[in-house]
């Protein structure tokens, strides 16, 4: 089992310091324009509270702007939400991907794992080991274990 431990974790690191800002959801780009977005926003509905305190607008045309606003805040925000890493995911996306799962829990692995998953078409296949089939014990000890990602830009096998 450690042979395959330590196989696919050096598959599954070498992915996400690869792809993983994109497979874990995350675009940088994307993300900073959104916020921007989600501010001004948020600036223009603060604008709009202030007239109506200050009556300088109807309750009737406060309630049609800020549901107007309200509408494009919530599709900004969740574009920001869609650019980003999944929650609490963010640290195993890019360079430091490999720190990141060396101190990860158990809990935070599997956490990464189903994402790749469920997302990227993450596949590890091990064929039989025994009489007759693969042996871990062989000249080459990864020989029958695979680590395949539908979404990467390319397959990491052996």
Do not use: C
């Amino acid at each position: 089992m450690d042979v395959v431990d330590e196989f696919v974790e050096r598959h599954i690191v070498a992915l996400l310091e690869a792809e993983g800002v994109r497979v874990l959801g995350g675009n940088q780009k994307a993300a900073d324009e959104a916020l921007v977005r989600v501010e001004e926003i948020e600036a223009q509905m603060a604008l709009v509270s202030d007239q109506w305190i200050d009556r300088k607008i109807t309750q009737a045309q406060f309630d049609r702007q800020n549901a107007r606003l309200l509408a494009q805040l919530e599709d900004q925000q969740a574009q920001l939400r869609s650019a980003r890493p999944a929650l609490g995911l963010e640290e195993f996306a890019g360079t430091n991907a490999g720190d990141a799962w060396e101190n990860a829990t158990v809990v935070e692995k599997r956490a990464v794992l189903k994402v790749l998953i469920d997302t990227a078409g993450l596949r590890i296949d091990i064929d039989k080991i025994g009489p007759g089939a693969f042996s871990a014990a062989g000249a080459n000890p990864y020989e029958g274990i695979r680590v395949e990602w539908e979404q990467a830009l390319e397959s990491f096998s052996n």
